[in-house]
């Protein structure tokens, strides 16, 4: 497993952009395929994003496809979310989350369940 810390959250104004990261420590990063969640107050937690370990090809949620890119730096043992075109819906906690054994559903629907490493979560609130 490795250890996340995401970073990069905050308060933004509704069509505003932002830019999550997520660092890891630990010498299997490039090995884990990486993953954020987000969850809402009185809502279960919902896949987002997924990129691969092996070719980094991501897969993303309908709710979010077109406004959110997922990247990976290994060499810095990180993974970002940049987020675009924000609206109220997507204010929540964003965690990102990371498995050696996952490979990224090619339907972009992931479960929480199928990742072993998790970070402790980021708030992110966008204003309307």
């Known amino acids: 497993q490795v250890q996340l810390v995401e970073s990069g959250g905050g308060l933004v104004q509704a069509g505003g952009s932002l830019r999550l990261s997520c660092a890891a420590s630990?010498?299997?990063?490039?090995?884990?395929?990486m993953g954020w969640f987000r969850q809402a107050p009185g809502k279960e937690r919902e896949g987002v994003v997924c990129i691969n370990r092996s070719d980094g090809s991501t897969y993303y949620a309908d709710t979010v496809k077109g406004r959110f890119t997922i990247s990976r730096d290994n060499s810095k043992k990180t993974v970002y979310l940049q987020m675009n075109s924000l609206n109220a819906e997507d204010s929540a906690v964003y965690y990102c989350?990371?498995?050696?054994?996952?490979?990224?559903?090619?339907?972009?629907?992931?479960?929480?369940?199928?990742?072993?490493?998790w970070g402790q979560g980021t708030q992110v609130t966008v204003s309307s």
């Open positions: 989350a990371g498995d050696v054994m996952l490979y990224c559903p090619p339907d972009g629907h992931l479960m929480a369940s199928d990742f072993a490493s």
């Open positions: 630990g010498r299997t990063f490039s090995r884990n395929s």
